[in-house]
């Protein structure tokens, strides 16, 4: 080689090295293969119930990039020609279920819940995005700095997306700059408490904070989240009644908290929800009641402010409309939640309200945690954590429950799905059409089965779940994250891709 061919050699290998990264960059999967159960960038799904918010068709959804690229009827049938085709015949494809209430409890109490755990347990259950409570972590997501700490602690643990809810403290309330800095650094909403949260880090609000946090939500056209009881004296008076009151029967705890705690934080909060009418001082914010229970007064003080044009949500879980007080036995603090489960007729008029439209939407309020504090053992429903283990079940819970009132496929995708993207901000999520992700749950409305112990749960302390024991209708298949095939038939990705949802 001459003299020139020394010096070009190396130049020309170097190049060569240049363009061979260019183009494994550009020509493979935008994200790790390994991400996926699904070797494939672009490919078809076929099934004869596809949910589309047009009603249900027979057909084919395209994926792309992550993406849904296309949704065709089977005449169409433009995928006969193609390759890589997925047909889940008769199994239905919903858009993936998006849970506005979740407790994942890292960084700080991860034996409780943990981002890889909880998260494996919604792929597992079709749930493909997921927004984490600010409170039962340690410390709870209340700054800018605990918002890091959070996004930090999810980063490549999570098999679905992850947004966040901010905490509105009394600390931060009258602190526009802080509460600026939290909205600013990405959480989605806030959430407050009007009555003792159980976490010390976490303290209650009252009307005027809640106030001013909508004031600043309205800048920023995100909503605020409310735990509505208030503790009324006269009821709290009665745990500390001794003696007649046993512990260990739910009718106790039931009595502890009664539907006029949520009526009156309601009726206060009602006040405040004004603000958020068009021309009003909040215009802009939205105020979302969490976990309604109470279907007396509550429901309908509620019904009257959407009429009277207040932005306003109300969402109830499935432990209300699949459990009553009457079947809950002695001891049995598994079903101990706030506010709690009440009787069957209130169960019913739950089911009324959400077939009525007058609840907007469904959540988990999945809220673990350990079996000790849970007291199982002891049985004590006054010291025992409240909160119900759900999330990979809240899909054939609502199904297997719902179906002797004639829910449909489509009322199950505005609960699940388009009403809780919507609360959320996420315009590119809930629903099967075009131009949104791909985030997608294939399942077997009749295909049954048993929470026993041959049963794998993914999240933490399964035993401590109060499905546990339950016979289900509703199996889930296969859960598509924006595209990535991250569940499968009990078999997870290789590799956590979700994404921590960051609002900008
Ligand atoms: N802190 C916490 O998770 N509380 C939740 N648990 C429950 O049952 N209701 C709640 O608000
Ligand atoms: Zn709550
Ligand atoms: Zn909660």
Known sequence: MDFLGWRVFPLLTLLASFLFIFYMRTSSKPSNSECSLLPHDRF????????????????????RGGNIISVV??????????????DYGDAVVMPGLIDVHAHIDEPGRTEWEGFSSGTKAAAAGGVTTLIDMPLNSCPSTVSEETLKLKVDAAEDKIYVDVGFWGGLVPDNAFNRTALEGLLKAGVLGLKSFMCPSGINDFPM??????????????????????????ELDSESDFEASDGINDARSYSTYLKTRPPSWEEAAIRELLEVTKDTRTGGPSEGS???????????????????????????????????????????????????????????????????????????????????????????????????????????????????????????????????????????????????????????????????????????????????????????????LATFVRGN????????????????????
């Open 485 to 504: 095939l991250v569940y499968k038939e009990g078999q997870h990705a290789p590799v956590a891709c979700g994404v921590p949802i960051v609002a900008k």
């Open 73 to 86: 009827e089977k005449e169409n049938q433009q995928w006969k020609i193609k390759s890589n085709v997925v």
């Open 286 to 476: 939205h105020v979302h009641i969490v976990h309604l229970s109470d279907t007396r007064a509550s429901l309908d003080m509620i019904k009257g402010a959407k009429n009277s044009g207040d932005s306003l949500s109300v969402e109830t879980c499935p432990h209300y409309l699949a459990f009553s007080s009457e079947e809950i036995p002695d001891g049995d603090t598994r079903y101990k939640c706030s506010p709690p489960i009440r009787d069957s007729a209130n169960r019913e008029r739950l089911w009324d309200a959400l077939m009525e439209g007058h609840i907007d939407m469904l959540s988990s309020d999945h809220s673990p945690t350990v079996p000790e504090l849970k007291r199982f053992h002891e049985g004590d429903f006054l010291k025992a954590w409240g909160g119900i283990s759900s999330l990979q079940y809240v899909l054939p819970v609502t199904w297997s429950y719902g179906r002797k009132y004639g829910i449909t496929l489509n009322q199950l995708a505005s609960w699940w799905s388009e009403r809780p993207a919507k609360l959320a901000g996420q315009d590119f999520k809930g629903s099967i059409v075009s131009g949104n992700h791909a985030d997608i749950v294939v399942w077997e409305p009749d295909t049954e089965f048993e929470l026993d112990d041959n049963h794998t749960a993914y999240h933490k302390n399964p035993s401590i779940s109060a499905y546990m024991g339950k016979r289900l209708s509703g199996k889930v």
């Open 44 to 63: 078809w799904i076929l099934s004869n119930n596809i949910v589309t918010p047009s009603g249900v068709i027979s057909g084919a959804v395209e994926v």
């Open 205 to 230: 609000t009252n009307a005027s904070h809640i106030k001013e946090g909508l004031n600043v939500l309205a800048k920023y056209k995100r909503p605020l989240l409310v735990h509505a009881e208030v």
